[in-house]
């Protein structure tokens, strides 16, 4: 079965330091979306993306964060200067339709800012 | 902004028995899902309801979409151990935006 692959599971990373998360999506989607998950508390959403723009963004998404397809594979999320509470586990989502029920969630990339 | 309250925040059961959850908001949404989440890994869709109304089923999983588009309720009958995970209510109106509750987490005893 296709997945949502996700680099690096785990990132450690010292504050105001650059991260990269890095997401490859399913070979024939079209949508992605970056949500992230503060330890015990729910799933947020942080941005979508098609067609090599976002097409719509949360409060949370700041000028610190960015996305963007460099290679048409990978997708990735950029946060320029880490703040201790951008620790969370943050998922790439994709999907083949703008319905994004049908979204196909990785495993996550574990972020800890020290 | 939109707010889904989930209840009951946590469950532990017995290995057999039917469990039920449910979603509540103060707003309107156009799409219910139900996601359910293990450890280490991201969630995974288990239903999607569209209409006001509408009960679907999946297995031993049933879920239902409020007729006043405001709640949503996820029923698992006769549970067992692999059922264990945390479970979320998602919804969402136009746009990409899904909104999730805080989930339930359910532990179940063999």
Known sequence: ?114 | GQQLNQSPQSMFIQEGEDVSMNCTSSSIFNTWLWYKQDPGEGPVLLIALYKAGELTSNGRLTAQFGITRKDSFLNISASIPSDVGIYFCAANNAGNMLTFGGGTRLMVKP
């Open chain 1, 1 to 114: 079965e296709p997945e949502v692959t996700q680099t690096p599971s785990h990132q450690v990373t010292q504050m105001g330091q650059e991260v990269i998360l890095r997401c490859v999506p399913i070979s024939n989607h079209l949508y992605f979306y970056w949500y992230r998950q503060i330890l015990g508390q729910k799933v947020e959403f942080l941005v979508s993306f098609y067609n090599n723009e976002i097409s719509e963004k949360s409060e949370i998404f700041d000028d610190q964060f960015s996305v963007e397809r460099p290679d048409g594979s990978n997708f990735t999320l950029k946060i320029r200067s880490t703040k201790l509470e951008d620790s969370a586990m943050y998922f790439c989502a994709t999907g083949v339709l703008s319905r994004n029920e049908k979204l196909f969630f990785g495993s996550g990339t574990q972020l800890s800012v020290l």
